[in-house]
């Protein structure tokens, strides 16, 4: 299975804020949208990405206040990202190697989607689905 198999499940919107939001204000957003990490987007170029963890550990921990921090201060910008069609056993290989949890896809440059651990979790457990599905068709044949 590919990226672009689980986008075209998933769907393929993207949620983006600029480096000169306020980290409350990207917070915000990933609560209103339910999702864990955004992207940072300026003149259709992906600059970075802001997670959940990025706020824990940059804010929180360092006695800061996200209404005051500007998303620029703590965002990633060494972003791991993928191509529609990697496939999932190289996503789960980024994702544990690099230790993310979030890969922004990439397609000539231009961002079209983002798939998290619990999307290639859920597709690779539909696959073994599949499979234990066609090997006990087999066996009781």
Request: with cysteine; aromatic share 4%.
């Amino acid at each position: 299975m590919t990226v672009n198999q689980i986008l075209s499940t998933k769907g393929k919107e993207v949620y983006s804020i600029l480096s000169t939001n306020t980290v409350y204000e990207a917070l915000t957003v990933m609560s209103e949208k339910n999702i864990g990490a955004i992207l940072i987007i300026e003149d259709a170029i992906l600059k970075g990405i802001l997670s959940e963890r990025d706020y824990a550990r940059k804010i929180v921990l360092k006695a800061k206040t996200s209404k005051k921090a500007f998303v620029h201060e703590i965002m990633e910008t060494d972003i791991v990202t993928v191509k529609p069609s990697d496939n999932l056993e190289y996503c789960m290989e980024l994702m544990s190697t690099k230790r993310v949890r979030h890969l922004p896809v990439l397609d000539n440059n231009v961002v079209i989607g983002i798939i998290s651990i619990s999307d290639v979790v859920k597709a690779i457990i539909e696959m073994q689905k599949d499979t234990i599905q066609h090997l006990n068709s087999y066996i009781t044949q």
